[in-house]
């Protein structure tokens, strides 16, 4: 009777530690597909630019299905943002608009790169944009006018 019961607590073990181990995967699969529905490199075309870190593209999530997406570049700060906003950073937001613009139309390939999202149907993913020139959010920052979210609060001018 005792290895019975031995017997029956290891298959209870068993069996929970693979319901644990089942949940665990279908928990990390659904979260990755979640965050990054549309994997890789996608090349993307402009529709218009909202503000030197919000960009709008259109590209083909699936064989034949083109959506429009507002990216949303990751880890970035502009001037012009915030509360009492001074008159030299609202020319430097100005230039940063300006310089994204001027960026994006002279790359002759520009694509998203494992685009996070809330969900696929979100219309709004944060990635970095990526061009023959290297990436917009690190030119914005080599030009000084864009700064990790870690600076927000030094002064821009």
């Not at 929970?16 to 665990?24: H, P």
């Not at 990054?36 to 593209?57: W, Y």
């Not at 694509?111 to 969900?119: A, G, P, Q, T």
Request: proline fraction near 6%; glycine fraction near 4%.
């Amino acid at each position: 009777r005792k290895s019975i019961m031995n017997i029956v607590n290891h298959l209870k073990s068993m069996i929970n530690l693979l319901l644990f181990s089942t949940l665990a995967l279908v928990l990390l699969t659904t979260t990755a597909i979640a965050e990054t529905p549309f994997p890789g490199k996608l090349p993307v075309t402009v529709t218009s630019i909202e503000a030197a870190n919000i960009i709008h593209v259109n590209l083909e999530t699936w064989p034949g299905f083109r959506r429009d997406i507002r990216i949303i570049l990751p880890d970035l700060v502009l001037p012009g943002q915030g509360e009492n906003v001074k008159e030299c950073e609202l020319t430097l937001a100005k230039q940063a608009y300006d310089f994204t613009a001027n960026f994006l139309s002279e790359a002759k390939d520009v694509s998203v790169k494992d685009m996070w999202m809330k969900n696929s149907a979100s219309p709004d993913a944060i990635s970095s944009i990526y061009t023959n020139n290297g990436t917009l959010d690190d030119a914005l920052r080599k030009e000084g006018l864009a700064k990790p979210v870690s600076a927000r609060n030094e002064p821009w001018c």
